[in-house]
């Protein structure tokens, strides 16, 4: 099959798809012919990128969903719209992700770095995974950063009471997002849903942008010397869709090659630990 068409009859859900690298992962998938769900949490902001990536893939089947990750009601309510619209799921793409500079908390009471950057997509994952079963093959594709090299999980303080810095709070909630990516391809061995994580390296994009203290001081002085957007798609989009990739499961990738994450990261117990407290921390009685 031409490297055009080889995501046609495929639908794929990209969080953050209205932005940076997500919206240019969407657009590269749409291209390829897969009917596209951009998961914008900002309705003005998810209807221009509809309007460009719809306009530039020549791709009618791009849409737009509503998805803020900073809500557990929200992504409650997004999996429930999916499901009633779309029969299938081939790729999920984890990508949605910010820097805060000071210790904000969501209305569920969890740490917004953390709960955007990491929870609510693997509430939206566990949620989604009936019609992703039901796909395989299929996948699940998480953005992590190779600052979760620098992390270090502390279970007894997963919502940074003791002390927030913007940096480590973000670094950890990365590390989370590789050890799900391992304990998730764990559990589904033998599904045919694979999950892999993938660290874009560093990309001008808008992370950041928004005054988040040293961390996004620093990324906003280095962004001229940071790859293009499109650039930073290329591991998302090769891991997605590659038909190499097939089979491939609980892998860490970095310019299209798998690569060894951090040593935290493969710890087997520790990855238990996190997913029993992440089913905590997303139990709700409204469910
Ligand atoms: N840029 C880099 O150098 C770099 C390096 C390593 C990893 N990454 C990772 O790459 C991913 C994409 O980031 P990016 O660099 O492309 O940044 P970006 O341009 O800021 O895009 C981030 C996307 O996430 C969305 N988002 C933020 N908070 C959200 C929420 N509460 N609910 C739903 N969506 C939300 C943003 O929506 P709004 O536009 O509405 O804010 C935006 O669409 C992130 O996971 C990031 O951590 C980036």
Redesign the pocket.
């Known amino acids: 099959m031409s490297q055009s068409r080889l995501m046609a009859g495929k639908t794929v859900v990209v969080?953050?798809?209205?932005?940076?690298?997500?919206?240019e992962t969407a657009l590269q998938l749409a291209k390829m012919g897969a009917t596209t769900v951009l998961?914008?949490?900002?309705r003005g902001?998810g209807l221009a990128a509809l309007d460009e990536l719809k306009a530039a893939s020549k791709n009618p089947e791009v849409h737009l969903l509503l998805?803020?990750?900073?809500s557990q009601a929200s992504v409650r309510a997004f999996a429930r719209e999916f499901e009633s619209r779309y029969r299938r799921l081939d790729v999920l793409v984890n990508?949605?992700?910010?820097v805060l500079p000071k210790r904000e908390m969501t209305e569920d009471k969890v740490v917004t770095m953390f709960a955007?950057?990491y929870l609510s997509q693997f509430l939206l994952t566990n949620l989604l995974l009936p019609r992703l079963v039901a796909s395989a093959p299929s996948r699940v594709v998480n953005?992590?950063?190779?600052l979760h090299f620098k992390a270090h999980l502390d279970f007894d303080d997963l919502q940074s009471k003791k002390q927030y810095k913007a940096s480590t709070s973000y670094a950890c909630a990365?590390l989370a997002m590789v050890m799900f990516t391992y304990e998730l391809a764990r559990r589904l061995k033998s599904t045919g849903v694979t999950v892999n994580c993938v660290?874009?390296?560093?990309?001008a994009?808008?992370?950041g942008?928004d005054g988040a203290g040293l961390l996004g001081a620093v990324?906003l002085a280095a962004s001229p010397f940071?790859n293009p957007?499109e650039k930073?798609a290329e591991t998302p989009v090769f891991v997605a869709s590659a038909p190499e990739l097939l089979g491939v499961t609980g892998k860490y990738f970095v310019d299209k090659r798998q690569q060894v994450s951090s040593h935290e990261s493969y710890d087997e117990l520790e990855a238990k630990k996190l997913w029993e407290a992440s089913v905590s921390l997303t139990t709700s009685k409204t469910r």
């Open positions: 969080t953050g798809a209205n932005s940076g690298i997500g919206k998961a914008c949490r900002d902001r998805l803020d990750l900073s990508n949605a992700g910010v955007v950057n953005i992590t950063s190779a990365k660290n874009p390296g560093a990309v994009t808008n992370l942008r990324m940071f957007p930073g």
